[in-house]
């Protein structure tokens, strides 16, 4: 068998892959009739995800504290799957005030594989074993490789080694038995089905990984103490905008009037989980910023020792 049928006869056995014959005629369809049957495909998504929860939650679990000794969150897929990686790592700045080393996302072909396949990159375990290597791993970091077919190189590269190298390892993919998840301490597979297009797994596919990888991310920040109740307390004030949103968290979160809002902020140099302590603790900004320190940065924690 050539390395090309080869190729043919796994992506024949791939969920992911198969052809709808029912759909051998959706281009005859309606603009309005497509939309609507891509729309319902669209749907089962979450119900696919939401069976796997239990798994994603004991990888959070495995995940947080080795983020808590300084360990880092690391992605990495090629195509569609490490763009999402590289999408969601680059949100956490923002959303969390994380510095930018603790959550990376890597894409087979680099930076420029964003916006521009690059051929063959996928296919490379060794490619992958670079890109980590020069991140120097640690027992503390996870690396979660993604691939919708569960069988890339480079995702499962960097699964094997970031295990062998002791780093905890997650796999992410949208295919039962895969070779991706067989690689990881953590493997979960997110069923979805065959494609409305075949085999284009940006679709329900890459759907799938975004909400988990959402779900991967969001949770271990507040396992960290990233937020207080559902508020974004991490965020820095550090343009008008932000500024705004950081007035109205502390707002919600003290109930406190304009003036002291303003008056913490100014305190603690606007950062918003430090002037919710000080109006909520009844403390000045060095006293917050030193207790949260003490509470490795939970706000709850902190405010139990102004009591």
């Given at each position: 068998?050539?390395?090309?049928?080869?190729?043919?006869?796994?992506?024949?056995?791939?969920?992911?892959?198969?052809?709808?014959?029912?759909?051998?005629?959706?281009?005859?369809?309606?603009?309005?009739?497509?939309?609507?049957?891509?729309?319902?495909?669209?749907?089962?998504?979450?119900?696919?995800?939401?069976?796997?929860?239990?798994?994603?939650?004991?990888?959070?679990?495995?995940?947080?504290?080795?983020?808590?000794?300084?360990?880092?969150?690391?992605?990495?897929?090629?195509?569609?799957?490490?763009?999402?990686?590289?999408?969601?790592?680059?949100?956490?700045?923002?959303?969390?005030?994380?510095?930018?080393?603790?959550?990376?996302?890597?894409?087979?072909?680099?930076?420029?594989?964003?916006?521009?396949?690059?051929?063959?990159?996928?296919?490379?375990?060794?490619?992958?074993?670079?890109?980590?290597?020069?991140?120097?791993?640690?027992?503390?970091?996870?690396?979660?490789?993604?691939?919708?077919?569960?069988?890339?190189?480079?995702?499962?590269?960097?699964?094997?080694?970031?295990?062998?190298?002791?780093?905890?390892?997650?796999?992410?993919?949208?295919?039962?038995?895969?070779?991706?998840?067989?690689?990881?301490?953590?493997?979960?597979?997110?069923?979805?089905?065959?494609?409305?297009?075949?085999?284009?797994?940006?679709?329900?596919?890459?759907?799938?990984?975004?909400?988990?990888?959402?779900?991967?991310?969001?949770?271990?920040?507040?396992?960290?103490?990233?937020?207080?109740?559902?508020?974004?307390?991490d965020v820095r004030a550090s343009n008008e905008k932000l500024r705004a949103r950081s007035r109205r968290i502390v707002a919600l979160a003290t109930g406190a009037s304009d003036t002291e809002i303003e008056a913490a902020l100014t305190a603690t140099d606007g950062e918003?989980?430090?002037?919710?302590?000080?109006?909520?603790?009844?403390?000045?900004?060095?006293?917050?910023?030193?207790?949260?320190?003490?509470?490795?940065?939970?706000?709850?924690?902190?405010?139990?020792?102004?009591?």
């Amino acid at each position: 068998m050539t390395a090309h049928s080869e190729l043919r006869a796994q992506l024949d056995t791939l969920t992911t892959e198969a052809f709808r014959p029912e759909l051998a005629e959706i281009d005859r369809l309606s603009t309005l009739e497509i939309a609507r049957m891509m729309n319902a495909e669209d749907a089962g998504v979450p119900a696919a995800v939401a069976g796997r929860l239990e798994r994603i939650a004991a990888a959070v679990d495995d995940i947080a504290p080795r983020m808590a000794r300084g360990g880092r969150l690391i992605y990495a897929g090629a195509g569609t799957a490490g763009r999402l990686g590289v999408l969601d790592a680059s949100e956490c700045p923002p959303t969390f005030n994380t510095d930018p080393s603790q959550v990376v996302g890597l894409i087979a072909g680099g930076p420029s594989a964003m916006v521009k396949a690059v051929e063959g990159a996928e296919d490379s375990k060794e490619l992958a074993a670079e890109d980590l290597t020069a991140l120097a791993l640690t027992a503390d970091d996870t690396v979660v490789g993604i691939s919708a077919s569960g069988r890339t190189p480079y995702a499962v590269g960097a699964v094997e080694f970031a295990r062998a190298r002791g780093a905890l390892t997650v796999g992410l993919s949208c295919n039962a038995g895969s070779a991706l998840a067989a690689a990881a301490e953590h493997g979960i597979e997110v069923v979805v089905g065959p494609e409305l297009l075949t085999g284009s797994t940006r679709l329900k596919a890459g759907t799938a990984q975004k909400l988990v990888l959402n779900l991967l991310s969001t949770v271990t920040m507040i396992r960290l103490g990233k937020t207080y109740g559902n508020l974004m307390v991490d965020v820095r004030a550090s343009n008008e905008k932000l500024r705004a949103r950081s007035r109205r968290i502390v707002a919600l979160a003290t109930g406190a009037s304009d003036t002291e809002i303003e008056a913490a902020l100014t305190a603690t140099d606007g950062e918003v989980k430090n002037a919710v302590l000080v109006i909520l603790g009844g403390v000045d900004g060095p006293t917050a910023a030193a207790l949260l320190t003490t509470s490795q940065g939970h706000l709850r924690a902190a405010l139990t020792q102004t009591r």
